[in-house]
Nanobody
Framework: QVQLVESGGGLVHAGGSLRLSCAAS????????MAWYRQAPGKQRELVAD???????NYADSVKCRFTISRDNAKNTMYLQMNSLKPEGTEVYYC????????????????WGQGTQVTVSS
């Protein structure tokens, strides 16, 4: 019913930048909070940043002042600008969205994207 597609991952050297995008499509009435999570091999998935439909954002301490989350509600798209990347190896970044569907406005659903890989080399 709802698809989240991430893009923008890749290989970058430490200190570099990447911009991730997450485009939502499908039977969407409203998207509430959207978020970026990341997961390194063998570790738990962790919240990187989230943003409400009113543009209130929240960041993990480890990325504050380096990452910026934003969204374009008209395009149902969220972004993550990542600067001053640290050499943390390979992580997969996942998009998450809290969605109210057109067909059932009484229930909120959470959806995940398939992930986009980010590798930061030293």
């Amino acid at each position: 019913q709802v698809q989240l597609v991430e893009s923008g991952g890749g290989l970058v050297h430490a200190g570099g930048s990447l911009r991730l995008s997450c485009a939502a499509s499908g039977n969407i009435f409203i998207i509430n909070t959207m978020a970026w999570y990341r997961q390194a091999p063998g570790k738990q998935r962790e919240l990187v940043a989230d943003i409400t439909s009113g543009d209130n954002s929240n960041y993990a301490d480890s990325v504050k002042c380096r990452f910026t989350i934003s969204r374009d509600n008209a395009k149902n798209t969220m972004y993550l600008q990542m600067n001053s990347l640290k050499p943390e190896g390979t992580e997969v970044y996942y998009c998450n969205a809290d969605v109210i569907l057109l067909r059932d406005r009484a229930i909120r659903y959470r959806y995940w994207g398939q992930g986009t890989q980010v590798t930061v080399s030293s």
